[in-house]
């Protein structure tokens, strides 16, 4: 069974950094397009990064431009998304996802929380 297990989560100072991983199991994602969203305390979950399957694409969400970067490695069946110049709007539970379209992915993770303090 597709598995997505999310790493990297935890609490930092505002403009610190983290570096999310998130691997996946069960089925090589190689092909598909993999992501991350977000879901803040009381807010709607919200898209923040997609990359296409060679890893030649990436798109953001304004919110998190220029700050965030996605990236994959197909080797090791591995999505990362490293954020920079963190702020506690950025405090949530980030989500990895899987599949053929961004806006709906097939597989999600399990979360792991981010929490940025001022």
């Known amino acids: 069974q597709a598995q997505l297990v999310e790493s990297g989560g935890g609490v930092v100072q505002a403009g610190g950094s983290l570096r999310l991983s998130c691997a996946a199991s069960?089925?090589?994602?190689?092909?598909?397009?993999l992501g991350w969203f977000r879901q803040a305390p009381g807010k709607d979950r919200e898209f923040v990064a997609v990359?296409?399957?060679?890893?030649?694409?990436?798109y953001y969400a304004d919110s998190v431009k220029g700050r965030f970067t996605i990236s994959r490695d197909n080797n090791k069946n591995t999505v990362f998304l490293q954020m920079n110049s963190l702020a506690p709007e950025d405090t949530a539970v980030y989500y990895c996802?899987?599949?053929?379209?961004?806006?709906?992915?097939?597989?999600w993770g399990q979360g792991t929380q981010v929490t940025v303090s001022s």
């Open positions: 069960g089925r090589t994602f190689s092909r598909s397009v």
């Open positions: 990359i296409n399957w060679s890893g030649t694409t990436t």
């Open positions: 996802t899987a599949g053929d379209d961004y806006r709906r992915p097939d597989y």
